[in-house]
């Protein structure tokens, strides 16, 4: 195996106009909205005024809800029963966006099940990373490497709450008083 | 400073104040280089010239954390979900779309050099003219009734992929007064890991706007820069049909220990 170290391309924003090429029917339906176990991830994109952003698109990427890591592909095409545990959705002239998706589950037994989420938007320069954690199985919640390495204001940005109507509200805001924790795998150390 | 904030999107300052601003960064970053300080690879999210990120940035600095299971993988695309003509953006419509052919080909390879196969490659790009099809472009250029500027491709077994297109044209944005956009094709990229996953800008040699443009100034350092540059290739060029340019995309280092069937390209391609 290679052990060349290139240096990665730098990202740039997604600009104003990716309207029309990034978005594809379905993009936030992992599952069709309404089918057994279905479960909606919904909220809002906020800036650092408060403001919402109608110009943010939001990627997740997830377990099913056994805790397998899909392999299928299909995303693009959904034929509305493969799993494909990836979605893709912009948000709406109010800044919300809406997942139609399962509960993730634990990928190992006492794992904290998340979202992976990638947020890009136009005067965003580059992509960012976060997570969006279940708020059920508090065990694990405690014991999550990355939760506990945050001061619990931080913590709860990264937390998803759960509805009476058994959706997920989680919002995101790119700055400010809560703004949202980033994530870098890459950093040394 | 304890300047007010500056509102986004207003064009309210004229190109010497901008570049005067991109001046101040870009010295500010030398006298750190010299000062021993590593090179930055990456755009800042806090980059002022850049009006419209002003609120969008983080200020807080990224928190480092290792990936967990999820992470480690990608979604998978496949030609189920990609037709082979969708990269070629000249046959969209029923004729010809105007402008300057080109084949733009190049790889796309992970931070240890070896290629993401199987993988999906997402573009879209202005028309010769400079205009977009997306409803929010008022730039009064021509639009191209046979050219939308969408294309997608599934990465070959080498992590080679190949777009048919037209040279896009420069265009005016609302960030200042006189504000231009140099010619630039969007990218998003996956890798064989989500945190892998980019979405970029590929610019073309020689671009006399690239001093002006905050959005390519976003990158401090020169070297970086470069790398969003496609380089014109004669090879690639094809005789009386269309001009070629490379360009290959580098992702980040994968933190999975990878098996020989994945590094060949066998995952990502499941029907």
Known sequence: MSDQHLVPTPGQTVGPFFGYALPFEKGGELVPPGSPNSVTLHGTVYDGKGAPIPDAILEIWQADSNGNVPHQTGSLVRDGYTFTGWGRTPVGNTGKYVFSTVNPGATEPGKAPFFAVAVFARGLMNRLFTRVYLPEDTEALENDALLSSLEPARRKTLMAERLADGSLHWDLRLQGEDETVFLDFHAEG | ?271
Request: glycine share 8%; with cysteine; hydrophobic share 30%.
């Open chain 2, 1 to 271: 400073m304890g300047e007010p904030v500056k509102s986004s999107d207003a064009a309210a300052d004229n190109q010497a104040i901008v570049s005067q601003e991109i001046r101040d960064i870009e010295e500010g970053y030398k006298a750190a280089r010299a000062a021993g300080q590593p090179a930055e690879t990456q755009p800042r999210v806090d980059y002022p010239p850049y009006r419209s990120s002003i609120l969008r940035h983080p200020t807080k600095s990224l928190h480092h954390t290792d990936p967990e299971t999820i992470e480690l993988f990608s979604p998978a695309f496949g030609h189920h979900d990609v037709h082979a003509l969708e990269s070629n953006l000249t046959i969209q419509h029923n004729g010809e779309p105007q402008g300057e052919r080109m084949i733009l080909r190049g790889k796309v390879l992970d931070g240890n050099g070896r290629p993401v196969a199987g993988q999906l490659v997402e573009i879209w790009q202005a028309n010769a003219a400079g205009r977009y099809i997306h409803k929010r472009d008022q730039h009064p250029a021509p639009i191209d009734p046979n050219f939308t500027g969408v294309g997608r491709c599934i990465t070959g077994p080498d992590g080679s992929y190949e777009f048919l297109t037209i040279k896009p044209g420069a265009y005016p944005w609302k960030n200042h007064l006189n504000a231009w956009r140099p010619a630039h094709i969007h990218f998003s990229l996956f890798g064989t890991e989500f945190t892998q996953r980019i979405v970029t800008q590929m610019y073309f040699p020689g671009d006399q706007l690239f001093p002006l443009d905050p959005i390519y100034q976003s990158i401090v350092d020169q070297d970086a820069r470069d790398r969003l540059v496609a380089r014109y290739n004669h090879d690639f060029t094809s005789p009386e049909w269309a001009l070629g340019y490379e360009w290959d995309i580098v992702l980040t280092g994968s933190k999975r220990t990878w098996t020989e069937n994945e590094a060949y390209g066998e995952q990502g391609d499941h029907e």
